[in-house]
Nanobody
Framework: QVQLVEYGGDLVQPGGSLRLSCAGV????????VGWFRQAPGKEREGVSY????????VYSDSVKGRFTISRDNVKSTVYLQMSSLKPEDTAVYYC???????????????WGQGTQVTVSS
């Protein structure tokens, strides 16, 4: 099975940018679709974006469309989430997940990382 490690979370000012990384450890991420999810305090986990295994398809939630970009480097077995024009409402723990089918719904994913905190505040 594949283990996922997220990193790149930080404190950033509104309007700023941040790039999150999700690395596959122990097994390559290449065969998997990978999604990014986030969970803010007191709220349910929500799907943010996903990318297909062949890099051919990307999907974004309405709340981040036009501001976030997902990409992957299968040589490095890493998926990235480039976040720009960040807003305080983007504050959450961000998780990446891998599965055989890409979706913004979390039940399609078999493997999850431990999460990385993103805080958007002045």
């Amino acid at each position: 099975q594949v283990q996922l490690v997220e990193y790149g979370g930080d404190l950033v000012q509104p309007g700023g940018s941040l790039r999150l990384s999700c690395a596959g450890v122990g097994r390559s991420l290449t065969p998997y679709a990978v999604g990014w999810f986030r969970q803010a305090p007191g709220k349910e986990r929500e799907g943010v974006s996903y990318i297909s295994s062949d890099n051919d398809s990307t999907v974004y939630s309405d709340s981040v469309k036009g501001r976030f970009t997902i990409s992957r480097d299968n040589v490095k077995s890493t998926v990235y989430l480039q976040m720009s024009s960040l807003k305080p409402e983007d504050t959450a723990v961000y998780y990446c997940a891998a599965g055989w089918v890409g979706s913004l719904h979390q039940h399609y994913y078999d493997y999850w990382g431990q999460g990385t905190q993103v805080t958007v505040s002045s």
